[in-house]
């Protein structure tokens, strides 16, 4: 085994015997009975060679355990797999899997630790290495922070190798040759003469041998699937219509719920009038759920219209209702008491602030809703005997642990089915679909439950991004950045969504100084420091999390000292720039706009250069202010994940990444109005659309030391390096989001 | 009892005239290619062809559609690919996919009435076509390559 492979062997060993029809996967489920993930008829035997790949007398199935959000990773994850199998990437079912501890993703752990990315110290590696197996020893199955491919690299292609060598070992068996005499291609076996036997084929027989441990990964080079143009596994079905949402499925007796829950979240319900939605085609009945109600239909649609209908007493919240109050709170945390850490502090910050010439700037960010385009759904059974979901979650085992709290039942009696998901952005990180939907079908057992969110529904439950600000300090003279504070605040972004999960976390947010922290510019006199808005709305991880707000921050400053200075922008983050791949990664994205310094003709050029979740990305922005306002011309992104896995969705995921940024920077705000938000469908917030799309050209660079994942990075220097470029093209400075209320968009 | 064309098919519904037609289909007949985002036309993931139109069906009422001939995404290619459908597996357009059945009827209906359009064109044409994930730069190539492949046979 390759050095430095951290998973648990007990992943490998469990799974050699030949198993009964209906299996499962996993050690903590292998006897019980599921549909899914194998095939529906396929029969017994399968060798369930080990957690992620089964192979049955029918089919190949592999499992790809990260949940797939529109992100592409049930794709990378079966590439990964099917490149060290020897199957073509058309070949295999693939499935989502049950929740398992053998899914725990070892990926995160970088994200655990108090280590720049680019620290490859010893003590931050035996950091990253205790975080791993502290994942591990959790069995935390969960997907988010750019950690896919992080995790699966190594995983999944040795996962891929152990099941090829174990089905090769089955068939120099059955035909007597020696396995070095044997090859492999397309899910089958070639003998030396030419005989061909399918991997099917062999499935009892590998089932009934121990799997092959000792395998070796194939060099880069060698690789057939990885690297290339590839065609996603979900494109075909997401073009004709094919696919299975949440919200597309049914079963036999299904009813309809639409839900009412108080727009003041956590706050409960004082009471309610249900006669008029009673009275309403369609509807059987109005259930209570936690701090609202639902009303059960026949269809969706008399479902959510009956729900609009029920008069409801809400109770009042514990945040302040109205926004200005939460600016209020937020500008007063600047204040030792609210300080969490000095994050850095290198030189003599003090000093060099006490002088003449100090540029201080205030930058604001507002919450911002998730709101992907498939509303929140959960279709659920409950009998006496168990309990069924289908959702598209990112935390498997928290939804099978929440159903069977609610419904009484032991977790292994709880069947979880992951879904493709119609976008997420951290949305599917949360429970507010889960809770009431099992709350329901616990209530009406026998009988099938879709929990339906109307949009507006599914705005008012969201819990938005953080609300951010910062207070910033900087001198720049003739040539040079000589200081820069960054004071930052947030809402506690960790402390919300974990404590909502039941793990409270102790300590400084970890993601409050995102986007500011790693900076990897030599400024000899710079301080870091966040602090605490707390008793403010609910937050969770939205896109990049702490980095979309940190990124801002930094970026917008860092060019106003660059300006200050009389510096060039891209050239003087090229030679303040300290690690080297950072540094290309600038450069690269200078030759890619043909950098040469200010245009004219009211068009303008920023950049902006933000590392986060291990990956440094460069943007180059162009505008042009016309008559209209301004027009997003072109956007150049550099960005360094090591290998690129799969070119044609990276590249699609960063040109998704910069207009989720930009669309959110330039249009959208949540505020709050008598502790709801006021914002509940997308005229009110609509991110982009295709009229302001700029063209977007995508470079991936490979000087990084570590494989990394392309999800969020993009996000955080899109914002800035538009701000800048606006700043270029009118001499206007902008510094709070949504920058809509202060410069118009064509 | 209201009695309509669903790809080619007739299909009787007995639910109230009130009814958006993107109700009727999901949740009496089944077809789930249209898809329920915003319920106020601000997204156009509902979108179908009525009468050949591109309409957004959760604002089509069905007591307003007797007769009508109404064509889903599950009917576009007719039993094949449609160029537009090919075109978006090709340029490997979609991310979540959740817009995209709608995204390709409104691109369908552009290509119908327009069978070169310009990016302006496209601009404005799929302006209410809202996707979350930021397909949009795909979209226009995959449009343009529709139309070539169109203006081909």
């Known amino acids: ?746 | 009892m209201i009695e309509l064309s669903v790809n080619g098919e007739t299909r009787q519904v007995d639910v109230e005239p009130d009814m958006p037609l993107l109700w009727v289909l999901r949740d009496e007949l089944g077809i789930t290619g249209p898809k329920y985002g915003c319920g106020v036309a601000q997204c156009g993931a509902c979108t179908v062809h009525v009468d050949g139109m591109a309409v957004r069906a959760c604002q089509a009422r069905i007591g307003d559609l007797a007769g009508a001939e109404v064509l889903t995404i599950e009917g576009l290619g007719a039993g094949t690919l449609h160029a537009v459908q090919q075109a978006w597996i090709d340029h490997q357009v979609p991310q979540c996919g959740y817009c995209q059945t709608g995204q390709i009827m409104q691109a369908a209906a552009l290509l119908d009435m327009n069978p070169a359009p310009t990016d302006e064109d496209i601009n404005k044409t799929m302006a209410g076509n809202l996707c979350r994930c930021g397909t949009y730069v795909r979209i226009r190539e995959a449009i343009h390559a529709a139309a070539a492949k169109m203006a081909e046979n």
Not at chain 1, 492 to 504: F, I, N, T
């Open chain 1, 1 to 746: 085994m390759k050095d430095g492979m951290t998973f648990s062997r007990r992943a490998f060993l469990f799974g050699s015997a030949a198993v009964a029809g209906g299996v499962a996967f996993g050690p903590a489920v292998f006897a019980q009975d599921m549909a899914p993930p194998l095939p529906q008829g396929a029969a017994p035997p399968a060798a369930t060679i080990n957690p992620w790949v089964v192979i049955g007398p029918e089919r190949i199935t592999v499992v790809t355990p990260h949940a797939d959000v529109g992100q592409g990773v049930a794709s990378v994850q079966a590439a990964l797999i099917a490149e060290e199998l020897d199957i073509d990437l058309d070949q295999p079912d693939v499935s989502f899997g049950p929740p398992d501890p053998a899914y725990a993703n070892t990926g995160l752990a970088g994200e655990f630790v108090p280590f720049e990315a680019y620290d490859l110290s010893p003590e931050a590696e035996a950091a990253r290495k205790q975080a791993a197996d502290w994942i591990a020893s959790q069995g935390m199955q969960m997907t988010g922070g750019s950690s896919t491919v992080p995790d699966s690299y190594d995983k999944l292609r040795l996962a891929g190798a152990v099941a090829r060598e174990t089905v090769k070992a089955a068939a120099a068996k059955r035909s007597g040759m020696a396995v070095a005499d044997l090859t492999t291609e397309a899910g089958q076996v070639v003998l030396p003469d030419g005989t061909r036997i399918p991997y099917t084929e062999l499935a009892a027989e590998a089932a009934a041998i121990p799997p092959v441990e000792n395998v070796a990964l194939r060099d880069p080079s060698e690789w057939r699937i990885l690297g290339k143009p590839m065609q996603r596994v979900d494109v075909e079905a997401k073009a004709t219509g094919a696919m299975k949402f949440g919200l597309d499925l049914t079963l036999d007796g299904m009813v309809y719920a639409a839900l009412r829950v108080n727009p003041y979240k956590g706050a409960g319900l004082n009471g309610y009038d249900a006669a008029e939605a009673l009275a309403m085609p369609g509807v059987s009945s109005v259930v209570e759920v936690t701090n609202g109600i639902a009303v059960i239909a026949s269809n969706s649609w008399y479902a959510m219209r009956a729900a609009e209908a029920v008069k409801c007493d809400w109770a009042q919240g514990d945040y302040p209702p109205d926004q200005s109050e939460h600016w209020a709170v937020m500008e007063a945390s600047f204040a030792d008491e609210h300080r969490e850490k000095i994050w850095r502090d290198e030189g003599d910050v003090d000093t060099a602030l006490a002088g003449d010439g100090v540029i201080e700037a205030e930058y604001r960010a507002p919450y911002l809703a998730h709101q992907p385009l498939e509303p929140l759904s959960a279709l659920v059974l409950v009998t006496d005997e168990g309990a069924e979901i289908w959702v598209g979650h990112q935390i498997p085992n928290a939804v099978q642990g929440m159903v069977a709290q609610i419904t009484g039942h032991p977790v292994e009696k709880v069947v979880f089915h992951n879904l493709y998901s119609g976008g997420s952005f951290g949305h599917r990180l949360e429970f507010e679909n889960i809770r009431p939907a099992a709350e329901v079908a616990n209530k009406m057992r026998g009988t099938p439950v879709k929990l339906i969110f109307s949009r507006e529904e599914d705005f008012l439950q969201d819990f938005p991004r953080q609300l951010s600000m910062a207070r910033l300090r900087g001198v720049a003279r003739e040539g040079t950045i000589e200081a820069a504070e960054f004071l930052i605040s947030s809402t506690p972004v960790m402390a919300s969504q974990m404590g909502r999960l039941g793990m409270p976390v102790e300590g400084p947010d970890a993601q409050t100084p995102m986007g500011v922290r790693p900076m990897s510019y030599g400024i000899p006199n710079l301080r870091v420091s966040t602090y605490a808005a707390t008793g403010l709305s609910p937050v969770s991880s939205w896109r990049s999390v702490g980095a979309s707000t940190g990124g801002f921050f930094s970026e917008s400053f860092i060019d106003e000292l660059i300006h200050a200075a009389g510096l060039d922008p891209l050239q003087a983050r090229i030679d303040m720039c300290k690690i080297d791949y950072h540094r290309k990664v600038i450069e690269a994205a200078g030759e890619m706009c043909g950098w040469q310094g200010p245009l004219g003709d009211g068009k303008g050029r920023g950049v902006a250069f933000v590392e986060s979740f291990g990956v440094p990305v460069c943007e180059v922005v162009e505008v042009t202010a016309t008559e209209n306002g301004i027009r997003l011309d072109n956007v150049w992104v550099a960005a360094d994940v090591g290998p690129v896995l799969d070119p044609v969705n990276f590249q699609n995921l960063v040109q998704g990444g910069v207009v989720w940024a930009l669309g959110h920077a330039m249009n959208c705000e949540l505020t709050y109005a008598g502790g709801q938000v006021q914002q509940t469908n997308y005229q009110a917030h609509e991110g982009m659309r295709i009229h302001q799309c700029p063209a977007i050209e995508v470079r991936g660079l490979a000087n990084g030391p570590k494989i990394r994942g392309i999800g969020e990075p993009p996000v955080p220097p899109a914002a800035p390096a538009l701000a800048n470029a606006i700043f270029a093209a009118t001499g206007q400075r902008i510094r709070e989001m949504p920058f809509n209320r202060f410069i118009d968009f064509v």
